[in-house]
């Protein structure tokens, strides 16, 4: 893999100025992201979600028109994440969990919980990353903690509704 | 060089919310809503997530809204940069407080703009520095560093800049190594590495004479006196270099039938999935078997060639070689304006010439008469031409006569004009392929040696050529 990283027996001194800044080197190492990556994770996040949305619904088949409607957004949004495609498949599982029957507090909720805010950082990152950038994974580092708190902290959340039901 | 036009194109306001940030108050207020309306907690937990990481990410960028986008500037290392390869060096100002910014960089062999590179934001400058290469030769785009600088999770947007100042090089052209011309016996010159009709000091034996008073010790002949007990002396012809006047011929230019553009919007995907799979093919090509997969690009490459590209590898490789033995070496354009670099020696008249080639385009211009070329007694010309005009042959046979010896290098495309030929067009192209054939014909007959470019092994068309010469009248 190649990409973005700190150039070995580079100086990073540049003739751009006194001023001391990291330099690397594009193509010269291997700790990196590619922007198709991003998509590869949105895609299995896409799929999972759906998978445990879409069966679980009552009186809704998966090849019903509101399903293949659902797994059209899907696919959309992978290809295309900058659009109103996400928004409309969120939209989408969040109704199709409005139709599920049964436990409210199972399982496959604390699943979607993590799958859903999942769909939606990846997408928003995928729609500013270009497809074949190479990324540093100090660029997404941010982001993967953002997104790790905001899990945990629902967890909690979660989990805690669990013990009071 | 960096074109100022292309910078003013390149602002694109400051920063803006993307599809993203609205996303998340529309999907949290329909499940809240939901939850609250029909008793349903786990529609309100299903939001919470969400609703966490949305409001993390406003925090971490609130600060961004009114500063100025952060932008790229690319130089060339001009110390690394010969040889058609270049180090550019591109800088990332503006990035304090981004969270990741995209900056396009060159890459080797896919041009000014061939890969992505996403960096992490944090200092307010960040450096990237990348290898350029290319085939190509002339005032090129070197880098173009278009860029996008992104928020938190993606929340906010600066860009893309689509069109960032360029960045321009003049590429010399490079060199292909090919064996110098054997050339017959030359009357001029003192010291080379040809000889001449001339008794001097040098290499090859004449024959023997007595001993005279003044004659250099280290010429006796030592195996003739201990034969004859008296001294002989060697007589040598004088070693000699040569001149050469390069001449370029741009009263014709011919190139490949270019593949139209493809109109429509399937047409143009399937070219991009067809083109996709190519390039699949051929990364796994080149894992396998890398030597044969240079070659075949490199026989592609031929194949698009022009007859200007064909011109300047020649008129570069002939330098070189001849320069690399001591001759004299000079180039000119033989149409109007006469463009001449005069005969000198060593690297740097390499470099000059290779300057000189570099500035020449496809514009056709008016062929000179022989007589204003200029040519001094003694020079070799080496004329580069198409060779599909009458004065053009005429022009080699005028130089013959004159008494220099005349190398013609045939610089017309014919294997890649015929490759992209309509099935109209080959057939006046084999027309003219063979009219060409009758003319070079004639030149060969009159001592004139020919070399074609397009065909390629330029050793053993060099010896043919050395044979021409030496059975000229």
Known sequence: MSGAVAAPGVSDMTTLGAERVPVVMAGSGWRTWHGWMLRVVLGLAVGGALAIALPGAAGVGVWSVAGVSMLAAGIGTVLAPGTVLPLLLLVGLVLYRFAAPGPVLGASLAVLMALIALIHQAAALAAVIPLRSECEWAALRPALVRYAVAVAVSGLVYLAAVAAA | ?473
């Open chain 2, 1 to 473: 060089m960096t074109s100022p036009a292309a910078g003013q194109r390149a602002s694109r306001g400051g920063w803006h919310r993307t599809a993203a940030w609205y996303r998340v108050p529309g999907v949290t207020a329909l499940a809240v809503g939901l939850g609250v309306a029909f008793g349903r907690p786990d529609l309100v937990l299903l939001a919470a997530p969400l609703l966490l990481g949305w409001a993390a990410a406003l925090l971490a960028g609130r600060h961004l809204v009114g500063r100025p986008a952060p932008r790229a500037v690319s130089v060339v290392d001009a110390e690394s940069f010969g040889n058609n390869a270049a180090d550019v060096v591109t800088t990332v100002i503006g990035g304090d407080g981004v969270e990741f910014a995209s900056v396009a960089q060159p890459g080797e062999g896919r041009g000014p703009i061939g890969r992505m590179v996403t960096l992490a934001g944090g200092p307010a400058t960040r450096t990237i520095r990348s290898r350029f290469r290319t085939t190509g030769w002339g005032t090129t785009t070197v880098a173009r560093p278009d860029s996008l600088g992104a928020g938190p999770d993606g929340l906010y947007l600066a860009g893309p800049v689509r069109r960032a100042p360029t960045r321009t090089e003049l590429i010399l052209p490079a060199v292909v190594a090919i064996p110098p011309f054997t050339l017959p016996p030359i009357i001029g010159g003192w010291a080379g590495a040809h000889v001449s009709r001339r008794p001097g000091q040098g290499s090859d034996l004449i024959d023997l004479r007595e001993y005279a008073p003044g004659d250099r010790l280290r010429s006796i002949h030592w195996r003739a006196y201990a034969r004859h007990e008296r001294l002989y002396t060697t007589r040598t012809l004088s070693d000699a270099d040569a001149e050469l006047m390069i001449c370029l011929d741009q009263s014709a230019y011919f190139a490949p039938r270019r593949v139209e553009g493809v109109r429509g919007m399937w047409r143009r995907a399937a070219r991009r999935v067809r083109a996709a799979i190519v390039a699949a093919v051929a990364a796994v090509d080149a894992r396998r078997d890398p030597a044969g997969h240079a070659a075949r690009v490199d026989a592609e490459r031929r194949l698009r060639a022009t007859s200007l590209d064909h011109a300047v590898a020649a008129a570069a490789a002939v330098a070189a070689a001849h320069l690399g033995q001591g001759d004299r070496v000079g180039v000119m354009t033989a149409t109007v304006p006469r463009r001449l670099l005069r005969p000198g020696t060593g690297n740097r008249q390499l470099q000059r010439i290779r300057h000189q080639l570099a500035l020449l385009d496809d514009r056709r211009t008016r062929m000179l008469q022989v007589a204003w070329w200029g040519l001094t007694p003694g020079q070799i010309v080496v004329w580069c031409s198409p060779l599909v005009t009458p004065a053009a042959v005429h022009a080699a046979i005028e130089c013959a006569a004159r008494g220099h010896r005349v190398i013609v290098i045939d610089t017309l495309p014919f294997a890649g004009m015929l490759a992209r030929a309509t099935a109209a067009d080959t057939d006046h192209l084999r027309v003219l392929a063979v009219e060409r054939q009758l003319e070079l014909d004639r030149l060969r007959g009159r001592g004139i040696a020919v070399i074609s470019w397009d065909v390629g092994d330029l050793p053993g068309q060099i010896a043919e050529a050395t044979r021409v010469m030496r059975g000229r009248r």
